[in-house]
């Protein structure tokens, strides 16, 4: 039983590595990781959101062994964001053609919110760093 | 001869006894003055403790006290009154209470007059500015409009009573262009501004290893009081671990208890929010993020971390952890503002006040005549 578990955890920490399974790869846009981030609330997958999010102090891919935390941090913009649709706007990129920090803007209609997904460019994927509501 | 100095005797006899008399008189008029005096002051004292645990108090007509109070003083009586009035004070108008006592003891009789505030409660001594912060504030505070001059809970200006707008036990860069206005150490106002005023704002201020190591700290309570007074529900209070058990309105105390290293990233605190809001941990590293309001919170925010500060704010906000955000950037929260009111941490403390413990310290006096 023990053995079983121990394989369960393995495979669960093996799904839950960013390196292994990068949320979007060298095709990674900044409007992607956002998307991405999004179906993963609506389908209420906190592993998939884990997976694009920057770690706090943005020096790097949010490290597996923050996962539950980030999950307990995002559970309540999850709950509000879930099937609520998102208007998504312009990308700002933060230093030109070699930026490695962007914005995205997105819109929450049905709650009047407007939404700035700050990204930080970690190789060639992108991950959400900051998210600043703003309550109309 | 000898009755010529009978008589003398005579006359120095009954000058004497006049004189003796006198001094008699004397002293029990000064007796009775000391007593009157003492007992008018002590029964202001008692009324003022009954006041300060029942705002709602008031006697309209003149009324006599107990004489069982100073029992073992001898015969004396003990009138009184406390009724609603208006002071002027600074050029503003203040809605005080006025308490009527006199005293009368033997032949004396001392009235004395109390002038005392009709919101109870006090501002915490480490509150010294609209934002009270150990840690550096630069990346935190945006561009905010924040105004430690004082303000009624409904907003409006007083004209004294303020604090600086910004106090940092670190120093302090206005990287986000925040319009701060406050109250320098000399009592002067500044209007908020940018540039600020920079005797509006207290930067590197030495606190010598007195700034609070947690929410209990802020008030010099025994630790665990707060969360005590949270989870006893008075007044509306609670306590959460989870901010989506929250129930709103907020109101009393509202402790919320988060996990080690887990934000609170969408605090929405609803309609009419007031009280002491507590976000904290054993650890010192509650964060609270895109905090946020439908009306403006009145009363005391003590957070351990804050970033993304979209609320209103008419009392004080304070910050315990000396990490502060470093690297996020808050671009858009202009149209918020913290704003320092006495009045709203004044209605907010007072809810922590224990009953029975008498007025010093809850209940301000604008005079005391006698």
Request: with cysteine; glycine share 10%; hydrophobic share 35%.
């Amino acid at each position: 039983m023990k053995l079983l578990l121990s394989i369960l955890i393995a495979t669960l920490l093996q799904q839950g590595n960013p390196q292994s399974n990068s949320q979007a790869g060298s095709d990674s846009t900044p409007l992607k990781t956002v998307e991405l981030f999004k179906k993963g609330i609506d389908e209420n997958d906190m592993l998939v959101i884990c997976k694009v999010m920057s770690d706090e102090e943005g020096t790097g891919p949010l490290k597996q062994a923050s996962y539950e935390q980030m999950q307990s941090s995002l559970e309540g913009l999850s709950t509000m964001w879930r099937a609520k649709p998102f208007t998504y706007g312009e990308t700002t990129y933060t230093g030109g053609n070699t930026a490695t920090s962007a914005t995205v803007k997105v819109e929450v209609k049905s709650l009047k919110q407007e939404v700035n997904f700050v990204l930080e460019k970690y190789g060639n994927s992108w991950y959400i760093f900051d998210i600043e509501i703003f309550f109309r | 001869m000898i009755l010529g100095a009978s008589i003398t005797v005579g006359v120095m006899n009954l000058q004497l006894n006049r004189s003796s008399e006198q001094a008699t008189e004397n002293l029990v008029r000064y007796f009775d003055g000391t007593l009157s005096r003492n007992l008018a002051n002590d029964a202001a004292s008692y009324v003022l403790g009954l006041y300060a645990d029942s705002a709602t108090l008031r006697v309209q007509n003149s009324a006599k006290l107990s004489s069982s109070i100073f029992s073992d003083v001898g015969d004396y009586s003990l009138t009184y009154s406390l009724y609603d009035t208006t002071i002027n004070i600074a050029k503003n108008d203040h809605e005080v209470v006025k308490l009527v006592m006199r005293a009368e003891y033997g032949k004396s009789v001392h009235e004395v007059m109390v002038y005392a505030g009709t919101t109870f409660g006090f501002v915490p001594e480490p509150i010294r500015g609209a934002i009270t912060a150990s840690g550096v504030l630069d990346n935190t505070i945006g561009d905010l409009h924040i105004d430690g001059r004082n303000h009624t809970e409904e907003g409006e200006l007083e004209n004294f009573g303020g604090v600086y707008g910004i106090s940092s036990g670190s120093a302090f860069t206005n990287k986000g262009k925040a319009v701060i206005g406050g109250t320098g150490e000399d009592g002067s106002d500044y209007p908020a501004s940018n540039p600020a005023n920079p005797l509006s704002v207290e930067q590197s201020h030495n606190w010598s290893n007195t700034f609070p190591a947690d929410p209990d700290g802020v008030f010099n309570f025994p630790g665990g009081t707060l969360k005590e007074v949270a989870k006893s529900g008075v007044a509306g209070s609670q306590y959460v671990t989870n901010p989506k058990d929250l129930q709103f309105p907020l109101k009393g105390v509202t402790y919320v208890d988060l996990p080690e290293g887990v934000s609170w990233k969408a605090a929405w605190l609803g309609k009419d929010p007031a009280g002491i809001l507590v976000v904290h941990n054993s650890s010192g590293t509650a964060r609270v993020e895109n905090i946020a309001s439908e009306t403006p919170f009145k009363g005391l925010i003590i957070a351990d971390k804050m970033f993304h500060i979209h609320v209103e704010v008419l009392g004080a906000v304070m910050l315990l952890s000396n990490s502060l955000e470093k690297k996020k950037i808050c671009t858009g929260n202009h149209e918020s503002k913290i704003l320092f009111s006495r009045e709203a941490i004044q209605h907010a403390t007072y809810l922590t006040s224990e009953k029975g413990t008498g007025w010093r310290g809850k209940v301000p006096i604008f005079g005391w005549m006698e």
